[in-house]
């Protein structure tokens, strides 16, 4: 993906809505005629840290109804026009060459269920005979649900930003049904016996040691499932200030996972896992 992209808006506290389904019909129809549905802005050919297990790449999506503090993905969220766009030809051609060589692919964003055309893209992934990993944040479970009977999902990256209560507040959308959502996500996942990559951004100013017990007792209600604490990545995000702000140390995340139990893991900015 572009790097150096400058914010040249900040957020407002207003949600974004996407419209991501179209009926199929229209969709060929107007993939016949040549015209772009997937808005792919970036594509890293190679990645041994987004689909743990598994050599892949992972291609991303451009918009998202979420307006996430701390996302490093800023361009893709409030200006994807700004980042180079890959066409489907161009990305299937890839694939086509990569066969032997890679295993799986991550669809990332952005949010990658506002997409229309999202369905029948994981089709063609998985009809490629790739492993195919969706990285979500749950806001439209039913794109997810859909995908997964067509095609088949492998593996799903959940992002589990906040306790419940706070869902809204966090991630600049004000619709009730967002912790609910993610919940179900999980449980979908379970019962589907997809493989799931539950992970939580953390950062000092906007979850405290308290919210992440909020959290946990949460994923037990859903039986304990593994759990990932991420470190923030001071980068371009879309707070601007919030690089500048203390926040946990590697051994403070390490120290807070160990107390909530032995089931939740430490990602470092490297992507290793430190605990």
């Not at 979908?188 to 946990?216: A, P, Y």
Request: glycine share 8%; aromatic share 10%.
């Amino acid at each position: 993906m572009k790097r150096g992209y400058v914010l040249s808006e900040r957020i407002s506290g207003s949600a974004v809505k996407f419209s991501y389904a179209e009926p199929e019909f229209f969709i060929k129809e107007k993939r016949e005629k040549g015209i772009v549905i997937m808005d792919l802005r970036g594509l890293y050919k190679f990645t041994l840290v987004d689909y743990p297990g598994h050599i892949a790449c992972i291609v991303f999506t451009g918009g998202c109804n979420f307006r996430c503090p701390y996302c490093h993905n800023a361009a893709l969220v409030l200006d994807p026009r700004s980042q180079p766009r890959v066409t489907e030809t161009e990305f299937f051609n890839f694939l086509k060459s990569r066969k032997g060589l890679l295993e799986g692919v991550v669809v990332s964003g952005g949010e990658p269920t506002i997409q229309p055309d999202l369905a029948d893209f994981c089709r063609r992934i998985r009809e490629e005979g790739y492993l195919l990993k969706l990285d979500t944040n749950s806001s439209n479970p039913e794109v997810v649900y859909k995908i997964h009977r067509d095609c088949g999902i492998n593996a799903l990256g959940v992002d589990f930003k906040a306790p419940s209560r706070r869902y809204s507040e966090l991630v600049g959308n004000p619709s009730p049904d967002l912790g609910r959502n993610v919940h179900e996500m999980i449980r979908f996942g379970q019962l589907e016996n997809i493989e799931l990559d539950i992970r939580t951004t953390v950062h000092k100013s906007l979850l405290s040691f308290s919210d992440l017990e909020e959290m946990h007792a949460e994923l037990a209600v859903l039986g304990s499932p593994v759990w990932t604490l991420q470190q923030f990545n001071p980068v371009e995000v879309i707070e601007e200030a919030l690089p500048g702000i203390a926040t946990y140390e590697d051994s403070d995340l390490i120290g807070m996972a160990r107390k909530l139990g032995p089931e939740v893991r430490v990602r470092g900015l490297t992507g290793r896992f430190l605990l």
